[in-house]
């Protein structure tokens, strides 16, 4: 399902913990880490996709997080013809994203990487909120910024969560 103008609909998903930490993980078989993220299948609503792909790629369940917040509008990039795959080529140039941040309410030992038979990751792990962007693929690493910037308004500072004050982080 690709629009007119050549954006095919996807959702893209961070991860945090209890410290806004957030999940990174590594593309099966690469040196390339990333969040989650996947197409909005025909009769999908946004959410229900994310939910989808956090299962499919993470292992997760609803009841394992919470949903902080979401991006207002769509967040594009453009995929570079080497990257684009023979019979996407012509009208595809890209995805357009809709992220979620979530907040993992479960264990580390919820994730699991094998929950379905294509996994994309062979490992994850924890990296401050802020990490520099350089092991994500060029291509994608504006909406990675956009999306954390925009979200970043959601998460709390941990430390006001255990005195009971709800502080925003800047």
């Keep these: 399902m690709i629009d007119r103008d050549g954006y095919r609909p996807n959702v893209g998903i961070i991860i945090c913990n209890r410290k806004n930490e957030v999940f990174w993980g590594k593309r099966v078989r690469q040196h390339a880490w990333q969040f989650p993220q ?29 949903i902080l917040g979401r991006t207002r509008d769509w967040l594009r990039y453009d ?5 684009l795959r023979r019979d996407w080529r012509g009208n595809y140039r890209g995805q357009k994203q809709i992220w979620f941040l979530l907040r993992l309410v479960g264990r580390d030992t919820d994730v699991q990487l094998r929950a379905s038979e294509k996994p994309e990751f062979d490992a994850w792990r924890w ?36 005195d009971g004050r709800a502080e925003v982080v800047r």
Excluded: C
């Excluded at 790629?57 to 009841?63: A, S, T």
């Excluded at 962007?133 to 969560?161: H, N, T």
């Design 79 to 83: 995929v570079p013809e080497q990257w």
């Design 127 to 162: 990296n401050e909120y802020w990490v520099p962007l350089d092991s994500v693929v060029q291509f994608k690493r504006e909406v990675y910024q956009l999306a954390l910037s925009e979200l970043a308004r959601f998460l709390r500072r941990p430390s006001a969560e255990k």
């Design 38 to 66: 996947g197409g909005i299948d025909a009769g999908e609503t946004p959410e229900t996709a994310m939910y989808r792909e956090l299962h499919e790629e993470v292992g997760l369940r609803p009841h394992h997080v919470e």
